[in-house]
């Protein structure tokens, strides 16, 4: 595999890490900008999941779209978008300027996280196809890192005091930084080169031919045009594709497949976690400071397990890291159910006596009363203080308040995270880029990325209500179950593709 070849992956999947940094961003970004816009949880749910809407509207048109004028055009477009979204979303003066800004940044990742895939496996061999389609989600994962780490001390300058900083302004900061990698992506993707099976499906034979053996070198390169000449030739009979030929008997398995897998790897609420880190660890009254820290660590551990799924995917395969992967997310999930659900709730007249930063005296009325749940000691806050304020002091109120195992939580958030890194979160968009033929790759990924898409938004849209409804507890059981049920149809249907040319794929799972 040559550094080449790695580097322009590398670069391709930058709209990965973009992707990341601003799921990581929002997480802290919302602590600031929810109490300043005092959004209900319908308003932060919209600013959080707004990107994912937009997202479904780019990756219907995308695919199809690079399919006709091919995935380098449009991954520079991806990332001129980003640097827009992270200026304009800096200098929001409203709660509909911040999500419209959001929104545009959505545009740009729902189109970067199909096409990147597709473009990295036209580029790949079969023996390093899973190695460097992984290179995305290890971008993404790394795009969190940064994002919580960045959170972690523009968080910390601020509580620190003696800066310019404030709680007013600190989210614009959080979010304006992301200007700066878009720009390099930007920059970066007109120095990699078009998709040499795109070319053949075009009938620009010499071109591909060219950028072939600039990859691989000659003879290698002989091997990759003469596994791929045949049917870029029959793609190419036949360029308009009708979404509704995803629908014919022959594609059917691999279309269900795929469909199981896009919506698996949201609806168990990995966005959930990811969008509102801050805010979950919050729920478990280890406070905010210690909050924006743990987004570190969660990070971390993401990064950590995405290189050991790269390094495993092309050797184990990518059906024993998916079903080991979601056995461990449903287990780790009901962890924390567990978890949440043995917490109680106490305040006392003299952890009253130390809020300083709000009358205090409204809470006199709850001294000493213990709750159970979650839910009715936030609303009795609520009630005393209003959302606002409430708001503003959840970490330290909840802090001072609750009695829990919040190692528990923590482990079972960090083995949520841990076994989503080497399963679903890569090996999904591996399998995407290859189980489909060339001619329908760019309009499948497409349609189900869209689904992959709405299945994020309408997580990160209903999780605020469904912890202000249903509580912690409810809430993680909810997803735990659905993991459950994942694993077992997994079990089921899903194919094995590793180590296969993406036309023995083809020979393999669609009969004409």
Same mark, same amino acid.
């Given at each position: 595999?040559?550094?080449?070849?790695?580097?322009?992956?590398?670069?391709?999947?930058?709209?990965?890490?973009?992707?990341?940094?601003?799921?990581?961003?929002?997480?802290?970004?919302?602590?600031?900008? =929810?109490?300043?816009?005092?959004?209900?949880?319908?308003?932060?749910?919209?600013?959080?999941?707004?990107?994912?809407?937009?997202?479904?509207?780019?990756?219907?048109?995308?695919?199809?779209?690079?399919?006709?004028? =091919?995935?380098?055009?449009?991954?520079?477009?991806?990332?001129?978008?980003?640097?827009?979204?992270?200026?304009?979303?800096? &200098?929001?003066?409203?709660?509909?300027?911040?999500?419209?800004?959001?929104?545009?940044?959505?545009?740009?990742?729902?189109?970067?996280?199909?096409?990147?895939?597709?473009?990295?496996?036209?580029?790949?061999?079969?023996?390093?196809?899973?190695?460097?389609?992984?290179?995305?989600?290890?971008?993404?994962?790394?795009?969190?890192?940064?994002?919580?780490?960045?959170?972690? &001390?523009?968080?910390?300058?601020?509580?620190?005091?003696?800066?310019?900083?404030?709680?007013?302004?600190?989210?614009?900061?959080?979010?304006?930084?992301?200007?700066?990698?878009?720009?390099?992506?930007?920059?970066?993707?007109?120095?990699?080169?078009?998709?040499?099976?795109?070319?053949?499906?075009?009938?620009?034979?010499?071109?591909?031919?060219?950028?072939?053996?600039?990859?691989?070198?000659?003879?290698?390169?002989?091997?990759?045009?003469?596994?791929?000449?045949?049917?870029? /030739?029959?793609?190419?009979?036949?360029?308009?594709?009708?979404?509704?030929? %995803?629908?014919?008997?022959?594609?059917?398995?691999?279309?269900?497949?795929?469909?199981?897998?896009?919506?698996?790897? /949201?609806?168990?609420?990995?966005?959930?976690?990811?969008?509102?880190?801050?805010?979950?660890?919050?729920?478990?009254?280890?406070?905010?400071?210690?909050?924006?820290?743990?987004?570190?660590?969660?990070?971390?551990?993401?990064?950590?397990?995405?290189?050991?799924?790269?390094?495993?995917?092309?050797?184990?395969?990518?059906?024993?890291?998916?079903?080991?992967?979601?056995?461990?997310?449903?287990?780790?999930?009901?962890?924390?159910?567990?978890?949440?659900? /043995?917490?109680?709730?106490?305040?006392?007249?003299?952890?009253?006596?130390?809020?300083?930063?709000?009358?205090?005296?409204? %809470?006199?009325?709850?001294?000493?009363?213990?709750?159970?749940?979650?839910?009715?000691?936030?609303?009795?806050?609520?009630?005393?203080?209003?959302?606002?304020?409430?708001?503003?002091?959840?970490?330290?109120?909840?802090?001072?308040?609750?009695?829990?195992?919040?190692?528990?939580?923590?482990?079972?958030?960090?083995?949520?995270?841990?076994?989503?890194?080497?399963?679903?979160?890569?090996?999904?968009?591996?399998?995407?880029?290859?189980?489909?033929?060339?001619?329908?790759?760019?309009?499948?990924?497409?349609?189900?990325?869209?689904?992959?898409?709405?299945?994020?938004?309408?997580? $990160? $849209?209903?999780?605020?209500?469904?912890?202000?409804?249903?509580?912690?507890?409810?809430?993680?059981?909810?997803?735990?179950?659905?993991?459950?049920?994942?694993?077992?149809?997994?079990?089921?249907?899903?194919?094995?593709?590793?180590?296969?040319?993406?036309?023995?794929?083809?020979?393999? %799972?669609?009969?004409?």
């Amino acid at each position: 595999m040559s550094k080449k070849i790695v580097f322009i992956a590398f670069v391709v999947s930058l709209g990965g890490f973009l992707f990341g940094f601003d799921a990581g961003i929002i997480s802290g970004v919302m602590s600031y900008a =929810g109490p300043e816009f005092n959004l209900s949880d319908a308003q932060t749910g919209w600013v959080v999941s707004s990107p994912s809407f937009a997202a479904m509207i780019a990756m219907l048109i995308s695919g199809r779209l690079s399919d006709v004028i =091919g995935r380098k055009k449009i991954l520079i477009v991806v990332a001129f978008l980003y640097a827009v979204s992270a200026l304009a979303s800096a &200098y929001a003066n409203s709660y509909e300027m911040l999500y419209i800004a959001r929104m545009i940044g959505g545009l740009a990742f729902g189109a970067a996280l199909i096409l990147a895939p597709t473009y990295i496996a036209e580029i790949s061999s079969a023996e390093n196809r899973g190695k460097l389609v992984s290179i995305q989600q290890l971008n993404i994962v790394l795009g969190f890192f940064a994002a919580f780490l960045s959170n972690y &001390y523009f968080n910390k300058i601020n509580t620190g005091g003696d800066s310019f900083l404030t709680d007013e302004n600190v989210w614009r900061w959080m979010l304006g930084v992301e200007f700066i990698p878009a720009i390099l992506y930007f920059l970066f993707m007109f120095f990699v080169p078009k998709s040499p099976r795109w070319l053949f499906s075009k009938g620009k034979f010499k071109e591909a031919k060219i950028i072939l053996n600039k990859l691989y070198g000659e003879e290698l390169a002989k091997v990759e045009i003469n596994a791929i000449e045949n049917t870029a /030739q029959e793609g190419k009979k036949d360029t308009k594709v009708s979404i509704l030929e %995803l629908l014919k008997p022959s594609l059917r398995f691999i279309l269900i497949v795929g469909l199981v897998l896009g919506v698996l790897q /949201q609806i168990t609420g990995i966005n959930a976690v990811y969008f509102y880190a801050t805010s979950i660890f919050k729920q478990t009254g280890i406070g905010t400071d210690a909050s924006f820290a743990s987004g570190i660590l969660l990070s971390s551990t993401t990064v950590v397990f995405t290189i050991i799924a790269i390094f495993l995917i092309d050797k184990m395969g990518r059906r024993p890291l998916l079903l080991v992967g979601m056995a461990g997310i449903a287990i780790s999930l009901l962890v924390c159910a567990y978890g949440f659900n /043995q917490a109680t709730y106490e305040l006392t007249p003299e952890k009253i006596s130390k809020f300083e930063s709000f009358d205090a005296n409204k %809470l006199d009325q709850f001294a000493n009363k213990k709750y159970d749940n979650d839910l009715d000691f936030k609303n009795d806050m609520k009630s005393a203080l209003g959302n606002q304020v409430y708001a503003k002091n959840e970490g330290a109120i909840l802090e001072a308040a609750t009695t829990m195992n919040a190692t528990l939580v923590l482990i079972g958030i960090l083995g949520f995270i841990a076994c989503f890194a080497f399963s679903l979160g890569p090996v999904m968009w591996v399998m995407l880029s290859e189980m489909y033929p060339i001619k329908y790759r760019g309009l499948a990924i497409g349609a189900i990325g869209f689904v992959n898409s709405f299945i994020s938004w309408m997580v $990160q $849209q209903i999780f605020p209500w469904e912890l202000s409804t249903l509580g912690n507890a409810i809430t993680f059981l909810i997803f735990g179950v659905i993991a459950l049920f994942g694993f077992f149809i997994l079990l089921r249907i899903l194919p094995e593709t590793k180590g296969k040319s993406l036309e023995q794929i083809e020979f393999d %799972l669609v009969k004409e």
